[in-house]
């Protein structure tokens, strides 16, 4: 029945514009599109040029009175900020779309396309699009005139200090600050000898730094101000600011001897432990029972003890027989198995130690481990006296060593690189400060390639001077721990300085 049924054909109706007799689709004012548009005009009264603030040196504008918003060239930001500027003519008519027209970057202009709506005729809606031309004028902002004019003229400093003899925890902190670019505000970074020192030209960006820094790490930190002038007669004062942040001297893979007050309080935990990860908690794991405690901060800093061991005394040794004992376990996310094994020295095969360890998952015979040597070390730390029956293992095995395999790579470029903060060094250490400082990157470079968990806040950039050959392929069938391909970034070239290799380490 629905498909014999007869359908009048339904047509729009049309009418004839009153000026050109064109037909059209009646509106309310009986006139088509292009009468209508000269006729009417709805950009009448809008500006159609304007002048902006533009600092040359930090790339932000003046948003009136006294903000600069800095934004790039083409950017949301600016776009908004642009359109903002037009707010007063804008509440004249309905703003329906907004986009950018490409010019010249070094053409101090930037031109706006506005498509824009109003009421006309009878009521009817007429939509029209025209072209907003700003012309930057470049006049620098006020903290960098200050730089400008003295360099040195800080406000507020932040002074970062580990009280330990290496530096692995500051090359980890160096690619967090730059993956949420925490020190973007900074004026000047100074590597010192145990930190590194930021300079501010403002306190609360000294604070939102400090901030940053406590959520990152177990930090203490304390504050200070030095008053520079004053003037009596508006009762005005400047004070340059001091932030001293010190880092907790706990970090990972250390072996540490809990007080009796903190084992108590973690549920009886260890009291012989190894710190497995640190942020802003301290993640403590017992290597006999598999236990795992967090530390915070302020139960950290309320007894501040230290490490019994720390990485720079881990020995190597050669696995001889690994007997497994338990089934694996999942322990914050990292899976572990208890092994009985038997290990000795790799430069001395005159005693064997038989030892207990979490590691039995990556552990077989004829490989290598770091751990620490208990047998032969000489312990002067008050924690481990406190405790008067307490059975010292000879050996704690903390991970696998892939040294000897690794010396076959030795000189070949990395697949991958990272970025580094502009920071200003200490030249007056000497070169052996300096081939220290590269051993230590070197050693943070395949801390992260062993440790998935360790650079997973991190961001890895693909090193385009890497060039794989196939003897390479063929020879490196090991089991050498790499970075995967698809963990790395292509490395965005944003301005020139960036394209320099003093920017990079390889």
């Not at 017992?286 to 302020?298: A, E, K, S, V």
């Not at 360890?357 to 290598?368: N, V, Y």
């Not at 385009?464 to 090991?478: L, N």
């Amino acid at each position: 029945m629905a498909a014999n049924m007869f359908v009048v054909p339904q047509t729009k109706g049309t009418v004839l514009c009153c000026k050109c007799g064109i037909l059209m689709a009646p509106n309310p004012a009986n006139m088509c599109v292009t009468c209508l548009r000269s006729e009417v005009d709805i950009t009448e009264g809008l500006r159609k040029h304007a002048t902006i603030m533009h600092c040359p040196e930090c790339d932000s504008y003046l948003q009136p009175p006294r903000t600069w918003l800095k934004a790039q060239l083409e950017s949301k930001e600016l776009l908004t900020y642009c359109v903002k500027r037009l707010e007063t003519d804008l509440k004249k008519v309905r703003l329906v779309n907004a986009e950018f027209i490409w010019t010249e970057p070094h053409s101090k202009r930037i031109k706006v396309k506005l498509k824009v709506q109003k009421e006309v005729l009878n009521g009817a809606i007429l939509e029209q699009s025209y072209v907003v031309e700003y012309v930057l004028q470049d006049h620098m902002c006020e903290s960098c005139t200050r730089f400008q004019a003295n360099p040195d003229q800080w406000v507020a400093s932040v002074q970062l200090r580990q009280r330990v003899s290496h530096r692995r925890t500051f090359f980890y902190l160096e690619q967090l600050i730059l993956k949420h670019d925490a020190a973007v505000h900074a004026i000047k970074i100074k590597q010192m000898d145990q930190g590194i020192d930021f300079f501010f030209a403002n306190k609360s960006h000294a604070s939102k730094f400090v901030e940053f820094l406590d959520k990152v790490a177990p930090t203490n930190c304390r504050e200070s101000k030095q008053l520079v002038s004053h003037d009596p007669k508006n009762n005005s004062y400047n004070y340059k600011y001091t932030f001293s942040v010190e880092i907790s001297p706990i970090c990972r893979e250390d072996l540490i001897c809990l007080p009796p007050r903190v084992a108590v309080s973690l549920g009886n935990l260890g009291p012989l432990v190894i710190c497995t990860k640190v942020t802003n908690n301290i993640a403590l794991l017992d290597p006999l029972t598999l236990r795992q405690c967090f530390l915070d901060p302020d139960q950290y800093w309320r007894y501040s003890f230290k490490s019994l061991l720390g990485s720079r005394q881990l020995v190597e040794y050669d696995v001889f027989n690994v007997e497994v004992v338990s089934p694996e376990f999942n322990v914050g996310g990292s899976k572990y198995v208890m092994a009985d094994v038997e290990v000795a020295r790799v430069t001395d095969y005159g005693k064997l130690f038989y030892v207990r360890t979490h590691l039995g998952h990556i552990l077989k015979p004829g490989d290598r481990a770091l751990g620490y040597d208990l047998y032969g070390a000489n312990n002067n730390d008050n924690e481990l006296d406190k405790y008067q029956n307490l059975v010292i293992p000879e050996v704690i095995l903390i991970k696998k060593s892939y040294e000897e395999k690794r010396q076959k790579k030795r000189g070949k470029p990395r697949p991958w690189k990272l970025k580094s903060l502009d920071m200003e060094l200490d030249e007056s250490k000497g070169r052996g400060y300096e081939e220290k400082m590269n051993t230590e990157y070197e050693e943070f470079l395949r801390d992260l390639e062993e440790n998935p968990e360790l650079r997973f806040n991190l961001s890895l950039y693909r090193n385009k001077d890497y060039q794989p050959s196939e003897m390479a392929s063929v020879s490196d069938g090991d089991d050498v721990p790499s970075v995967p391909l698809e963990e790395l970034l292509a490395d965005l070239e944003l301005s020139e300085e960036e394209d320099g290799d003093d920017s990079m380490k390889d």
